[in-house]
Structure formats: C-alpha cells, structure tokens
C-alpha cells in the first residue's frame, strides 16, 4: 500500500502533493514501483495534528482519487474517519476505507455493508493532538486484540463480508516505543482473528528514536520491520517507500515460497 497524502502537514511528505497533478504523477510512480493499493488522505492523523472539515477534505482528495481512478488500473483507499468523506471517495473510484477511527462514527459500519466496501479497521488510543502525550495501557498487546476483535465482529454483526475487512494494531497511534516494539513483537497473535493484517510503520518517529535517524533516513530502519512483519503473516506494508520496500518483501517471498 502506497501512501499519498494530499495535506499541508503530514510529517514525511506534507505540502509536496497538494495540486492534482502532482498527485496524480505522484500515484503512476507509486504504481510503477510495485503497489497494489493507493491510500489517498486529505487529513493529516500524525500526533499534534489539527482537524480538517468534511468540505476541505472532500476537496483535497476527490479530484485526485478520480483521475487515478480514470488513469490507473490500481486499487484506491482512502484515508479518513468522516462517513461523508468515505462516502463521497467510494464514489469517486475508491474502493476500501483505511479508517484509524475503526468505523466508530454513528452509521459508518452500516454504509460500508450497504456499499460493499472494503474497511481497514485500526486501534487508536485518544485523539491526534493529544494520543502521544503518556499513552498507558495495562497489557498493550491483548488489549489491541480485544479492541480489534470486538471491532471485527460488530463490523461482521453490521453485515460486513468477512472477506472486506482489514485489521490494523496502529503502530504510532497512542502508543509509546515500548508499545510499538511489543506489538510488532507480537504480531502473530494479531493474525489469528480471522483478517489480514495491515502494518503501517514508514518512516515513523520510534524508528528515528532508536537509530537515531531523522525523517528522510528511516528507510533501512522500516525495511526492517516490514520484512519482519510479512514473516510474522502481515499481508499489507503501507509504506512511503514503495520500491525498495517491494525489492525487500519480493526477496523474502521467494525466500518462503522456495
């Protein structure tokens, strides 16, 4: 999964996609270099982050989705919480909703089941501008399970296929470092609930932290654990690194198909 942000404020890429165009330039290279799935967001979730009203999304990421849409044989994502917008995306030419929100907003579980869509469901401990200040959790680990379970069967309750949902522990998302390492640490334990698993870990802070890296040189930290994620079973790497990323997951898939 290739990430394009159209914000002003994402914290790797913010600003350099703002315009159609170079979005859409943007998401043939994404595909060129090996993606499957483009996650389009108009709404910054980094920690700190200032929320951004339904018509100011919908204008950042609808003409962008619909000329990949016209342009690309790809699948699209979008990236957002607000049903309108998930609305309005499927629409345009997106075709699964990567919600960090995991579906909670009142009617979204419904729409999605109406819609046929697929849902990316994802853990997240309080809200963007405050989720990093002393995240707590008694066990981390089982207490994502349990929150991506339960979630997983009011989706599936709400008249979700099994088959259109995601499961995302949310590496970064009101966690500390010590809550990102157990969770990739453990996993397995997450694709046990009867979903694939999604991992996001691109180019994240607790990377910089322990390498001691800024921003622009994450990469070899986040090839790390992406390579480590897919042999725990993880089935999606949403990633800004798109080609060295597909060079590191193809070697170890024909490693474990030799």
Known sequence: MGILNTTPDS??????????QA???RAV?????????????????RPGALAVGEAEEMDRILPVIEAIAKRLDVAISVDTSKLAVMAAAVSAGACLVNDVNALRELGAREWAAKAGVGVCLMHRQGEPRSMQIKPEYQDVVSEVQVFLANERRLCLSAG???EAI???????FGKSQLHNLLLLKELACFTTL????LVGVSRKNFIGNILGRPVSERLFGGLGLAVFAVTQGVKIIRTHDIAATCDALRMVSAVMQA
Request: hydrophobic letters at 35%; aromatic letters at 4%.
């Open 166 to 172: 995601v499961l995302d522990p949310g590496i970064g």
């Open 160 to 162: 979700i296929a099994p």
């Open 194 to 197: 009867g979903s694939p698993v």
């Open 11 to 20: 914290f790797s890429d913010g600003g350099l996609y703002r315009s159609s």
């Open 29 to 45: 290279q994404i595909v060129n270099e090996g993606a499957t799935i483009i996650d389009v967001g108009g709404e910054s979730t």
């Open 23 to 25: 979005a859409v330039d």
